[in-house]
């Protein structure tokens, strides 16, 4: 039997904290993006068990032009090329601006951790596939993670990079033995370098 297996992916926490951990200093974070299903499919093929990618979720965040036209305009074009392999699907929503008296402003994603906990336990409780990797560092997620982990819905699993702190359940980690549960793939530079997408410039 193969396993049929979902990928979760918490694009801008992936692309920041592999960003961090393995590039030089000084490098803009726009020369290191990533393609999701390079990623997807180098996580299904760590598996033990015969595994098939169902599909890759990406959840990002959207640039607005009025603010950011050329990081806007190199969402949109890696948006569109991801999805053209029909396994990707790529939820975006628009980032919310702060803007002060020198004509500076700051950016921030709103709603990508809500809408990415929303589509993983909507999946799991409609048993899309047989297992769900979740690639994310993101605290915020964890009571989604629990109840589909808990619940038994699917096989829960979780990515990290080598480096980073995964997204193990607490109270797993403060057992006696400690436990580090879900399962953690972890990615390495070398994935990292091999994951890289060009196919837009921006910043």
């Known amino acids: 039997m ?37 990623v997807a499919e180098r996580l299904v093929s760590k598996r033990s068990r015969p595994s098939a990618l169902s599909g890759v979720w990406v959840f990002r965040g959207r640039p607005v032009p009025a603010f950011q036209p050329r990081p806007a ?11 053209s392999d029909s396994r990707v699907r790529v939820v975006r929503r ?15 994603e709103k709603g990508i ?9 909507e999946r799991a409780l409609d048993r899309d596939f047989d297992a769900a990797i979740v690639f994310t560092g993101d ?7 629990e109840l589909v982990f808990h619940r038994r819905l699917l096989n829960l699993e979780i990515a990290a990079w080598t480096g980073q702190k995964p997204l193990w359940f607490p109270e797993f ?18 994935d990292f370098e091999r994951c890289r997408d060009y196919s837009a410039a921006s910043g």
Request: hydrophobic share 40%; glycine share 6%; proline share 6%.
């Open 2 to 38: 193969v396993d049929t297996v979902g990928v979760f992916i918490d694009y801008e926490n992936m692309h920041r904290s592999g960003h961090n951990l393995y590039t030089e200093f000084g490098v803009p974070i726009h020369q290191s993006v990533l393609d999701p299903l390079q």
């Open 139 to 145: 605290t915020d997620l964890l009571p989604a993670l």
């Open 173 to 190: 980690l403060s057992a006696e033995p400690p436990r580090r549960l879900p399962y953690c793939h972890f990615l390495s530079r070398d």
């Open 113 to 121: 951790d809500v809408a990415l906990a929303i589509g993983l336990v």
């Open 73 to 83: 305009s190199a969402n949109d074009v890696q948006a569109a090329n991801w999805s």
């Open 94 to 108: 628009d980032l919310k601006y702060e803007s002060f008296d020198d004509g500076s402003f700051l950016a921030r």
